[in-house]
């Protein structure tokens, strides 16, 4: 039951609970279970497949959904649970094409999310001990794999404290707009979406 509600928080910190087995990998220590509410889908594209393509377009190990199709039409947002691998940065919004060439911004919210870095997005330190603000070195654990260029904003957020990590995919010779600051080094192109026939 501890397991299954999770995950959970001492002193403002998130912790990795596993349950441990004699022949454990010690990788699943790297890894908590978010359920993340998502907000921004176009309504005549609200379906599971779509929300499926959603979860797993995150890089994170994908474990269920939560959506009904009757009430999908009202609903503020739908939900779904990631295994989030902590190595990696949060991201609070993304931009998808659900309509080729037309970019919608969806909003992440983490449910139980306790302190974070709001420079970088990680969940394994805070503000103060970020490398990237002391002037350490830019690059994430994740040495931008995952090729999105993600930059910080100030903008509104929905129930998480601090900043928005935002995916901006950049057109070649757009210039970069200087109040925004780079937290990984990725370039991601947009995910389409084309609604099923």
């Known amino acids: 039951t501890v397991v299954r509600r999770?995950?959970?928080?001492?002193?403002?910190?998130?912790?990795?609970?596993?349950?441990?087995?004699?022949?454990?990998?010690?990788?699943?220590?790297?890894?908590?279970?978010?359920?993340?509410?998502?907000?921004?889908?176009?309504?005549?594209?609200?379906?599971?497949?779509?929300?499926?393509?959603i979860a797993r377009a995150m890089d994170h190990q994908y474990i269920q959904m939560e959506y009904n199709e009757e009430t999908g039409g009202r609903m503020e947002f739908v939900r779904f649970r990631l295994n989030w691998d902590i190595t990696r940065p949060l991201k609070f919004?993304?931009?998808f094409q659900f309509t080729p060439g037309v970019n919608t911004l969806l909003r992440f919210q983490y449910e139980r999310l306790r302190g974070f870095c709001e420079v970088c997005g990680l969940i394994t330190h805070d503000s103060?001990?970020?490398?990237?603000?002391?002037?350490?070195?830019?690059?994430?654990?994740?040495?931008?794999?995952d090729g999105a260029d993600d930059h910080m904003n100030e903008a509104e957020h929905q129930g998480n404290p601090g900043v928005h990590?935002?995916?901006?995919?950049?057109?070649?010779?757009?210039?970069?707009?200087?109040?925004?600051?780079?937290?990984?080094?990725?370039?991601?192109?947009?995910?389409?979406?084309h609604r099923p026939e």
């Open 165 to 193: 990590i935002e995916e901006i995919n950049e057109e070649e010779g757009n210039e970069v707009d200087q109040d925004h600051l780079p937290a990984a080094q990725e370039e991601h192109q947009p995910a389409e979406i």
């Open 128 to 145: 103060g001990r970020c490398l990237i603000q002391n002037g350490g070195p830019e690059e994430g654990p994740d040495d931008g794999d």
């Open 6 to 53: 999770g995950p959970w928080a001492y002193a403002d910190r998130m912790i990795v609970l596993q349950r441990w087995t004699p022949l454990m990998d010690m990788a699943l220590l790297n890894f908590i279970p978010f359920w993340i509410q998502v907000r921004g889908i176009p309504l005549q594209y609200m379906n599971r497949e779509v929300i499926l393509h």
């Open 93 to 95: 919004q993304r931009n």
